[in-house]
């Protein structure tokens, strides 16, 4: 059994920028959850996915969209990079139910200069 | 609004010792609590799942327990080891809701 993966490691950008983040969930789960953990914080959630189709929304402004693919895999994107977007991203998957227990990748550190 | 806090922020122990890190939550309608583990950089280990339902988990030295009706879980560690040092977090939530994390408590586990 695969665990979630997540690219790239690490991720140099500056202000303004635009930024790609991947995720592969693991096998047998069809929702991913992506997460902003700033230093020193717990993770902030930022949406779920769940059928290729947005299932919930955190706090954060529509410069922060995503996608899901048919294979469960999905895509964190940043527009108008600003400084405060320097934070760890976490990718969790999970299988949709009551239970709903999510498994998490190892992040993507990104900062932004 | 679901709020989590965990208490005490950072803690320090001689190895050996059993220890308890508490988390509590201002909604108790939760389907689920977390505890995960979070090393320096790293992404986080799901360390036990609590559900609704239940009242306690247990893996090796670890045992959760969940108290809905008074928000609070904690998370007993036995025996503890310097292997045991990492970020603990607890998180609420589950079903169709997203996670709802409290800061983390940074355990020091001195040899």
């Known amino acids: 059994e695969t665990g979630v993966t997540q690219s790239p490691t690490h991720l140099i950008k500056t202000r303004g920028q635009q930024v790609t983040l991947r995720c592969s969930s693991q096998?047998?789960?069809?929702?991913v959850s992506w997460y902003q953990q700033a230093l020193g914080q717990g993770p902030q959630f930022i949406f779920q996915?769940?059928?290729?189709?947005?299932?919930g929304r955190g706090n954060f402004p529509p410069r922060f969209s995503g996608l899901q693919f048919p294979n469960y895999s999905s895509e964190l994107n940043v527009n108008a990079l600003e400084l405060d977007d320097s934070a760890l991203y976490l990718c969790?998957?999970?299988?949709?139910?009551?239970?709903?227990?999510?498994?998490f990748g190892p992040g993507t550190r990104l900062t932004v200069l | 609004k679901q709020e989590v806090t965990q208490i005490p922020a950072a803690l320090s122990v001689p190895e050996g010792e059993n220890l308890v890190l508490n988390c509590s939550f201002t909604?108790?309608?939760?389907?689920?609590l977390q505890w995960f583990r979070q090393d320096p950089g790293k992404g986080l280990t799901s360390l036990l799942l609590?559900?609704?339902?239940?009242r306690e988990q247990t893996s090796g030295r670890l045992n959760a327990s969940l108290d809905k009706s008074s928000g609070r879980s904690t998370l007993y560690i036995a025996a503890s080891q310097p292997g045991d040092s990492a970020t603990y977090l607890c998180?609420?939530?589950?079903?169709?809701?997203?996670?709802?994390f409290g800061k983390g408590t940074r355990l020091s586990v001195i040899a």
């Open positions: 969790a998957s999970s299988q949709s139910g009551r239970t709903n227990e999510q498994f």
């Open positions: 096998s047998g789960h069809n929702t």
């Open positions: 996915y769940y059928r290729e189709e947005e299932n």
């Open positions: 909604d108790s309608a939760i389907y689920n």
């Open positions: 609590i559900q609704s339902s239940q």
């Open positions: 998180a609420a939530g589950g079903g169709n809701t997203p996670l709802v």
